[in-house]
């Protein structure tokens, strides 16, 4: 939890402009993470779950499930990339990283807290110690995806997908989706921006957001829908015709 979050309203607008342009850039941050969790949980059981391809077996609705697969794998990548994405008119997770790197900008989140917290103890020693190390922890993940950073050529290969692949429409693998070592470094990249997600909305959203939960209802929603799907070969589709025996049925 963040540090007496019953004393604050996350939903406040910040009296300080910059920090409040902080806040903002981190709320985006947290949509688009969370659809990328909506994405990631129902695309995995498409290429994880051997009874779903049991259930879809050779048939018409194999077509149709591919498109979808396809489509969940392009959409998770897309909301991926839009959070590490350097265009001027994105979040930009390396601007963050850059303010949270000032010092007078930690400072200024710590001070601007505690005016929302209205309390009329000094609680600045307590905010500053439970804030500035969030801050630090954020800004070294953060680093990690800059150029010359430990996951940066990672990063920029699921850039180089998007434009490469996605714009041009092409699947990645006709099999199963993403190439296995693709699939490995999507979900490092994808555990990694949560756990940053996490961190700045404790730091400078005083929010605490249990991304474990939301995770967990996307794959119970996912597991309940990928449940009923099958082709229309397998008994229990609508157009199911059972087998002709002897000739006679």
């Keep these: 939890m963040g540090i007496f979050p019953s004393s604050v309203n996350p939903g406040r607008v910040s009296e300080d402009v910059e920090v409040e342009a ?14 990328a969790v909506a994405f990631y ?7 994880e779950n051997a009874d779903l391809a049991n259930q879809l077996g050779t048939s018409f609705a194999t077509n149709a499930f591919n498109v979808i697969q396809f489509s969940l ?6 909301a991926l990339v839009r959070i590490w994405d350097t265009n001027k008119k994105s979040l930009r997770m390396t601007a963050i990283r850059e303010k949270l790197k000032r010092a007078d900008i ?7 807290r505690k005016r929302a917290m209205g309390m009329r103890a000094d609680v600045s020693g ?3 110690a439970a804030i500035g190390p969030k801050c630090a ?17 990672k990063l920029q290969k699921l850039v180089d997908i998007r434009h490469l692949r996605l714009a041009h429409r092409q699947l990645a693998s006709p ?19 949560i756990e940053i997600v996490q961190t700045l909305l404790s730091a400078v959203n005083a929010v605490s957001f249990p991304m474990g939960e939301a995770a967990e209802a996307s794959r119970h929603y996912a597991e309940m829908f990928w449940q009923g799907v099958r082709g229309e070969r397998t008994q229990g589709h ?9 000739g006679l049925d």
């Design 126 to 128: 307590p905010l500053r």
């Design 22 to 35: 902080l806040r903002t850039a981190v709320r985006a941050a947290q949509d688009e993470i969370l659809m």
């Design 106 to 112: 930690v400072e200024r989140i710590v001070q601007d």
């Design 73 to 78: 794998q392009r959409e998770l990548l897309l």
């Design 137 to 153: 922890h954020a800004v070294t993940l953060i680093s990690k995806y800059i150029d010359g950073g430990a996951r940066f050529r």
């Design 41 to 47: 949980e129902t695309w995995r059981p498409t290429i």
């Design 238 to 246: 609508p157009a199911f015709k059972s087998p002709c025996r002897n």
């Design 175 to 193: 099999e199963n989706g993403m190439p296995e070592v693709v699939r490995a470094e999507i979900d490092e990249i994808y555990l990694e921006t």
